[in-house]
């Protein structure tokens, strides 16, 4: 369930079951080149008269929320004391309420201290979603993340010393043919350097209306095939160095070979499945995309 608002509304999969509350619009950052999901919506940061009259009604007809998401795409722009309010808020509501989470970008991470962290951690907010997307410097330069694979380290770590649970991301192909192989590789020296709680890979979707969609279009940027695509996975799965639990998934409806499993301890079984899959791919080595991404 979610609040209506402009735009459309985002959530991780596993918050499927969660009340989104969108305390911003949009994304303040909003450049990276791969991503759609707010080019139609002017940021903005929602005020508490807005949001608590949100957070009431919804109160009334579902009174035993146990889960909000804070959306929209990164929540942790908001002030550290903009956000204390609404959790408050949120616990005066829903007396029920056991976690709340929310997208983090690495810049908002970095520009909380420890003790901002240790705060909401304290009040409530249990689990952040960073989107690392690669590791590789030069492929977040293409992409304009607006961070390098140094930043995104810091910005994970933190979480994670703030005794918040981790949820990461990586992007399958995000480096094209040209970089796939140092994408992979960087991108597992990242992930493993964080250690998340949760670390998931999935798979470019090229939208129409992104700068990489036309740069694909125009023969700048090359989509990798379903071949090279399991193969960059296997690549980076081979390449991480988890020194704590963590468990990994490669099972979003973007991915070609769903992975699940929990590292270290289940890395030679996710190799053996990629590497069967390679081998029953081994003739679709042509790159091609529609509307959507690479299929």
């Known amino acids: 369930m979610f609040d209506n608002a402009e735009g459309m509304v985002f959530r991780p999969p596993s918050e499927a079951n969660s009340f989104i509350l969108r305390v911003t619009i949009g994304c303040a950052h909003n450049r990276c080149t791969f991503c759609s999901m707010y080019r139609d919506v002017q940021f903005r940061a929602r005020p508490l008269s807005e949001i608590e009259p949100i957070i009431q009604k919804t109160a009334r007809y579902y009174p035993g929320i146990r889960r909000v998401f804070l959306a929209d795409g990164d929540a942790l722009v908001l002030s550290t004391d903009r956000l204390l309010a609404v959790i408050d808020l949120l616990k005066a509501n829903f007396p029920k309420l056991s976690r709340i989470s929310c997208y983090g970008g690495p810049l908002d991470i970095l520009r909380k201290t420890p003790a901002d962290l240790q705060l909401l951690k304290q009040a409530g907010m249990q689990l952040v979603y960073l989107g690392i997307e690669s590791g ?16 995104m380290i810091e910005a994970g770590q933190k979480i994670i010393a ?67 695509f399991v193969l960059e996975l296997k690549e980076l799965v081979n ?40 081998q029953l791919l081994k003739n679709q080595t042509r790159p091609t995309f529609n509307d959507d991404g690479p299929f």
């Open 136 to 151: 590789d410097d030069e492929v977040l330069a293409r992409v304009q993340k607006g961070v390098t694979s140094e930043q």
């Open 162 to 228: 703030a005794g918040m649970k981790l949820s990461a991301m990586l992007v399958l192909g995000l480096g094209g043919r040209e970089l796939s192989r140092q994408h992979a590789i960087n991108s597992a020296r990242v992930a493993s350097a964080i250690n998340p709680t949760m670390l998931s890979a999935l798979t470019l979707m090229l939208h129409r209306g992104t700068p990489l969609r036309a740069e694909a279009e125009q023969g700048l940027f090359q989509p990798l095939s379903p071949y090279e």
């Open 239 to 278: 390449s991480l160095d988890m020194h704590a639990p963590c468990i990994f998934r490669s099972n979003h409806v973007s991915n070609m070979l769903p992975l699940a499993g929990t590292l270290p301890d289940d890395k030679n079984s996710l190799l053996r499945q990629a590497e069967d899959a390679l």
